[in-house]
């Protein structure tokens, strides 16, 4: 990623923030049990057709084309719809894709990128993501002061979101996550 970003294939979070939990429990790649998923779904829903939205400067299309490669590789047909940033930002909050990538991630303190991202009454929540518990934790790690009274609650968000998979990140900065319009 030209130096700009690292690659973050699980948390939300850098392990070097205070609310980082290192015992959630991402899901790691795992290429036969994706296929073998997939594969069970296809032979009852026919194949798995997957459009991806991105932005089209050089950095995103990399990182379109190596996911595309992964999804590929696991069974499905994906489709990459390119487009400008501000293009996709208006698709998305109209609800107009199917996969989409968007800027958030990489500050120090969660609350920046969780609150606006997965709050269930959010406009920034593209996904549609709705969970009362990561609302609650959400809402008390904004409240507080405490730094472990918040490191408690992210914790709660980060355990969802291991469990959930609404989004996923790609990168670790200000740059990258895909999630799905729900």
């Not at 489709?79 to 968007?102: E, K, P, R, W, Y």
């Not at 920034?124 to 934790?137: R, W």
């Not at 291991?162 to 895909?178: C, E, L």
């Amino acid at each position: 990623y030209n130096g700009q970003a690292d690659p973050a294939w699980n948390a939300w979070i850098s392990p070097s923030s205070p609310f980082y939990d290192s015992g959630v429990h991402w899901p790691s790649y795992d290429l036969g049990k994706a296929k073998s998923l997939v594969q069970a779904y296809a032979a009852t829903h026919g194949q798995v057709n997957i459009t991806f939205s991105c932005y089209n400067d050089p950095p995103h299309l990399k990182m379109e084309q190596a996911v595309q490669q992964m999804w590929d590789a696991a069974g499905f047909h994906v489709t990459l719809d390119v487009t400008t940033q501000n293009a996709l930002v208006v698709s998305m909050l109209q609800g107009h894709f199917q996969i989409g990538c968007l800027a958030v991630g990489g500050n120090a303190d969660p609350d920046a990128d969780y609150y606006a991202t997965l709050d269930s009454q959010s406009p920034s929540n593209y996904m549609h993501y709705s969970n009362p518990a990561v609302d609650a934790a959400l809402t008390q790690g904004r409240q507080s002061t405490s730094t472990a009274v918040r490191k408690q609650a992210y914790g709660v968000v980060q355990r969802h979101l291991a469990s959930d998979v609404p989004a996923f990140m790609t990168t670790r900065n200000k740059w990258g996550w895909i999630g799905v319009s729900q």
